[in-house]
């Protein structure tokens, strides 16, 4: 692997890791005026509290003093990981990618992450992006699309002018890998680190087979009950875009036949390969519709 290369870093999931992983709890006794109990690295650790002196009318609220010694430690750790990332993948150089508030995907599905507004941001969210801004040079991407369409895109640009090996995709986001190309998952609490290749014909698959699953975690249905695995009998024999696409169009067809109307069966089919193509192409992600 050489080491002339870009590290493409998504920066939404550091954010988050880094706020919540500097953010206290308070522990709050409700029959006393809301007093603060004690402050605590977790919820679990202020539950178990309450209960070993006996708190039943508690609650818990997120924590955090904005100390300049916090700030450092903020600092010190995001260069140590950035640092960590260009040593593990052999980047000389990288750039860093953080979503805006738009996203085309809204407008395309108004469901689209509708699970996700009744979680709260983390206190240190605002906080954390700021100083990847200001101190490491991150960037947002461009309105209207998440990093994860900057760094496809940036990873599209490089395979078009035939340097595949350029860059190397660093997230924890599993959506990635239906870009080709290079690609790092730095270790989290539950899974190590994992440099590894993505040809073009895996990430072909890994696409499609997502068109037929759905993301649940970022609220796009697929067909239910199918799973990876029914997913990849579905789809096997397939080899170009077009056998992939009629094959996953049968799909669907079949699923909701009687259910709904071939019509608006399409329309579903196309929407979810909207909403889970990755990149900035003209026609807002479209390039895996219907073949010519």
């Given at each position: 692997?050489?080491?002339d290369?870009?590290a493409?870093i998504?920066g939404d999931?550091?954010?988050?890791a880094m706020?919540?992983?500097m953010q206290?709890?308070a522990l709050?006794?409700e029959d ?5 109990v004690e402050v605590?690295p977790t919820?679990k650790?202020?539950?178990?509290l309450?209960k070993?002196?006996g708190?039943a009318?508690?609650s818990?609220?997120p924590y955090?003093e ?7 430690d903020?600092h010190d ?5 950035i640092?960590?990332?260009?040593e ?6 990288h750039?860093?990618i953080?979503?805006?508030?738009s ?7 108004p469901?689209?992450k509708?699970n ?6 983390p206190?240190l ?11 490491f040079g991150?960037e947002?991407a461009e ?6 369409d ?5 990873a599209y640009w490089s395979?078009a ?5 350029d860059?190397v995709i ?5 959506d990635?890998?239906t870009?080709p190309g290079?690609?790092?998952?730095w270790?989290?609490h539950?899974k190590e680190?994992?440099?590894y290749w993505?040809?073009?014909e895996?990430?072909?698959k890994t696409f499609?087979i ?5 993301d ?9 009950g199918i799973?990876?695995?029914?997913a990849l009998k579905i ?5 170009k875009q077009?056998d992939?696409?009629?094959?996953c169009?049968?799909?669907y067809?079949?699923h909701?036949e ?5 019509e ?7 929407t ?9 192409g ?9 073949p010519?």
């Amino acid at each position: 692997m050489t080491t002339d290369k870009t590290a493409s870093i998504d920066g939404d999931p550091i954010v988050y890791a880094m706020a919540f992983a500097m953010q206290s709890y308070a522990l709050i006794d409700e029959d006393n005026a809301g007093h603060v109990v004690e402050v605590l690295p977790t919820i679990k650790e202020a539950k178990e509290l309450a209960k070993e002196i006996g708190l039943a009318n508690y609650s818990t609220s997120p924590y955090v003093e904005r100390t300049v010694e916090m700030f450092d430690d903020m600092h010190d750790t995001l260069s140590d990981f950035i640092f960590t990332i260009l040593e593990e993948t052999g980047a000389i150089d990288h750039h860093i990618i953080l979503s805006g508030k738009s996203n085309f995907r809204y407008s395309v599905d108004p469901d689209y992450k509708a699970n996700r507004k009744s979680v709260d941001k983390p206190l240190l969210y605002e906080d954390v992006r700021d100083m990847l801004i200001n101190n490491f040079g991150a960037e947002y991407a461009e309105e209207g699309f998440e990093a994860d369409d900057e760094l496809g895109e940036f990873a599209y640009w490089s395979i078009a002018l035939d340097m595949p090996e350029d860059y190397v995709i660093c997230t924890i986001d599993k959506d990635l890998d239906t870009i080709p190309g290079w690609h790092y998952r730095w270790p989290t609490h539950n899974k190590e680190g994992d440099l590894y290749w993505v040809t073009p014909e895996d990430a072909m698959k890994t696409f499609w087979i997502s068109v037929l699953t759905g993301d649940t975690a970022d609220n796009i249905p697929g067909l239910k009950g199918i799973g990876p695995k029914k997913a990849l009998k579905i789809v096997a024999g397939c080899v170009k875009q077009k056998d992939y696409y009629e094959a996953c169009e049968q799909a669907y067809l079949s699923h909701y036949e009687g259910e709904m109307e071939e019509e608006e069966i399409i329309k579903r089919f196309e929407t979810n390969i909207q909403l889970l193509t990755i990149g900035k192409g003209e026609e807002n992600g479209k390039e895996h519709s219907r073949p010519d």
